[in-house]
C-alpha cells in the first residue's frame, strides 16, 4: 500500500482551493436514483468513496460517469433492489440508497453496513423512521429487507439527530403520499444540500437546516443538475494546518459559514481568521494557545474536526481538554500522536492534552479517515520524518492532500507500494 512521507518543520504559505464536499456529494449523488432522466453533478470530489458510490449505482442498473469532477447519473436502468455487502463494506454510507430504492421500487435489499473502526454505528434510526412511513422491516442474513408499494407520510421524531437518518428520509419521503414532518433532524449543510437537490427536480421540502424538515411528497422526480457544495472538514484541516505551522494560507472556494464554531475555536488559539463570502485567510500565532473542546451535532464542533485539533492542543501552550461526544471511539488518533511524543491521557470520552513544544516524526498509521489527517498534520510539525501508512483512509476522503500541502510548501510525498 501507498504511504505517505513527510518532513517536518515547513511553515504553510500561500493559496488553496477547497474541493467539494464527500458528505455533501454522496447522498446528492444516490438522490439521482429518484429522477426520470440523466442528473449532473459539478465539483465532486475525486475520492475512493465517490468511485465506490459510482459503482453501487451501476450495480444497481444506473448509469453513472465519472470524468474530471463532474458526474452524470441517469438511472433509467434502475431495476436492481440490491445493494450487496461486498459493496456496502467497503463503505457505510451505502446505506444511503435504502431510501431512495424502496421510494422508487416498492422494495429494497441492503446489506447491513456493520460498525467501523469509530464506533458501532447502528443505523436504527433510520429502520424506524422508515417503518413509520409504512415500509416492512426485516432483518435478515446481514441484510435490510424493506417493502411497501408507496410510502405514506408520517410525523416523526429521531431521538438523536443523525445526518445519514436524515438523508435517508428526506429522500424516502419525497416520492411518499402526503406530509412527513421529520422532528431533530440533523441541520448539518450536508442535509441542506440534499434538500436543494431534491428540490431542484421538483421536491418540496421546507425547513432543512433546521430541526424540522417538511416534506410534501410529490409522485414523480425529474432530472436536475446541482454543483456540490464546498468540504466544510477539509477546509477545517488546511486551517488546522496553516495554524499549526505558523503559517499563512488562504483558502479559496470554500464555506466560511459552514465553520463558524471551527473559525471561533481556532479564534481562541489565537489564530487570525479572516473570512470573506468563499475564501478565508488563516495566520497561525508563533504559539497557539490550547482550548477545550467539546464534539456537537451541526452546529456545534464536528466530529470531523476532533482529531485535528488534538493536534493543536498537542504542540499549544497549556492543557486541551477534548470531549468526543457523537462516537464512542473516535480516539483512535491518541495512540500514535503518543508515538510522535503527544502527551495525552483519555478517560471515558474526553482527552486531556498537555502541550508540547516539540513532536518527533515516526511511522505511524491509522483505521479511519479523520485520524489519519490528524497524522498528516502532526507530520508536519513533527521534527524529522513522519511515515504515514494505509493511505488508503485519506484516499477515501481529501482530493490531492499531498498535491495541496505541497503546494503551500510541506515537504510531503506519496511514495507508491513497494517504491
Ligand atoms: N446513530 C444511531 N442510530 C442510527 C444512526 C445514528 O445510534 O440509526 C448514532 C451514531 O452511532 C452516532 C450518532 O448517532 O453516535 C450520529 O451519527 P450520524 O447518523 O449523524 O452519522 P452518519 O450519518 O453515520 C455522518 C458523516 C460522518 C460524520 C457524522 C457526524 C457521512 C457519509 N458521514 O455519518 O462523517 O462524522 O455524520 O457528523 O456523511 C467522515 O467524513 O469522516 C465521517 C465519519
Given at each position: ?377 502532526a507530520g508536519l510539525v513533527a521534527e524529522g520524518t513522519t511515515e504515514i501508512n494505509r493511505v488508503y483512509h485519506l484516499d477515501r476522503g481529501y482530493e ?20
Amino acid at each position: 500500500m501507498d504511504k505517505i512521507v513527510i518532513r517536518g518543520g515547513r511553515r504553510l504559505a500561500g493559496t488553496v482551493t477547497a474541493s467539494g464536499s464527500k458528505n455533501a456529494a454522496l447522498p446528492v449523488l444516490v438522490s439521482a436514483l429518484l429522477a426520470d432522466g440523466p442528473c449532473t453533478y459539478d465539483n465532486v470530489p475525486d475520492l475512493r468513496d465517490i468511485h465506490s458510490t459510482v459503482e453501487l449505482l451501476r450495480h444497481l442498473g444506473a448509469t453513472a460517469d465519472f470524468a474530471g469532477n463532474r458526474v452524470v447519473v441517469d438511472p433509467g436502468g434502475f431495476c436492481n433492489p440490491e445493494a450487496p455487502y461486498d459493496l456496502v463494506r467497503k463503505m457505510r454510507a451505502s446505506i444511503l440508497v435504502l431510501g431512495p430504492i424502496l421510494a422508487r421500487l416498492g422494495r429494497a435489499r441492503v446489506s447491513l453496513p456493520g460498525g467501523c473502526a469509530i464506533g458501532a454505528r447502528p443505523i436504527n434510526l433510520h429502520l424506524k423512521a422508515l417503518a413509520r412511513l409504512g415500509a416492512d422491516i426485516r432483518l435478515e442474513h446481514g441484510y435490510v429487507t424493506a417493502s411497501c408499494p408507496r410510502l405514506k407520510g408520517a410525523d416523526i421524531t429521531f431521538d438523536i439527530p443523525t445526518v445519514g437518518g436524515t438523508e435517508n428520509l428526506l429522500m424516502a419521503a419525497a416520492l411518499a403520499e402526503g406530509v412527513t414532518t421529520l422532528r431533530n433532524a440533523a441541520r448539518e449543510p450536508e442535509i441542506v444540500a440534499l434538500a436543494d437537490a431534491l428540490n431542484a427536480m421538483g421536491a418540496h421540502i421546507t425547513g432543512a437546516g433546521t430541526a424540522t424538515i417538511e416534506i410534501q411528497g410529490v409522485e414523480a422526480l425529474k432530472a436536475a443538475s446541482q454543483t456540490i457544495i464546498a468540504d466544510r472538514i477539509e477546509t477545517g484541516t488546511y486551517m488546522v494546518a496553516a495554524a499549526l505551522t505558523g503559517g499563512d494560507v488562504k483558502i479559496e472556494g470554500c464555506r466560511p459559514d459552514h465553520l463558524e464554531a471551527v473559525i471561533d475555536k481556532l479564534r481562541l488559539t489565537g489564530t487570525a481568521v479572516e473570512t470573506g463570502g468563499d475564501w478565508m485567510r488563516v495566520r497561525g500565532a508563533p504559539v497557539p494557545r490550547g482550548v477545550d473542546i467539546k464534539t456537537q451535532p451541526y452546529p456545534g464542533f464536528p466530529t470531523d474536526m476532533q482529531a485535528q485539533f488534538m493536534v493543536l492542543a498537542a504542540v499549544a501552550s497549556g492543557s486541551s481538554v477534548i470531549s468526543e461526544t457523537i462516537f464512542e471511539n473516535r480516539f483512535i488518533h491518541v495512540s500514535e500522536l503518543r508515538r510522535l511524543g503527544a502527551d495525552i491521557v483519555v478517560s471515558g470520552n474526553t482527552a486531556v492534552v498537555k502541550g508540547q513544544n516539540r513532536l518527533s516524526g515516526a511511522p505511524v498509521m491509522a483505521t479511519d479517515l479523520r485520524a489519519s489527517a490528524s497524522l498528516v498534520l502532526a507530520g508536519l510539525v513533527a521534527e524529522g520524518t513522519t511515515e504515514i501508512n494505509r493511505v488508503y483512509h485519506l484516499d477515501r476522503g481529501y482530493e490531492d492532500l499531498e498535491g495541496k500541502l505541497a503546494g503551500l510548501g510541506a515537504d510531503i510525498r506519496r511514495v507508491p507500494a513497494g517504491g
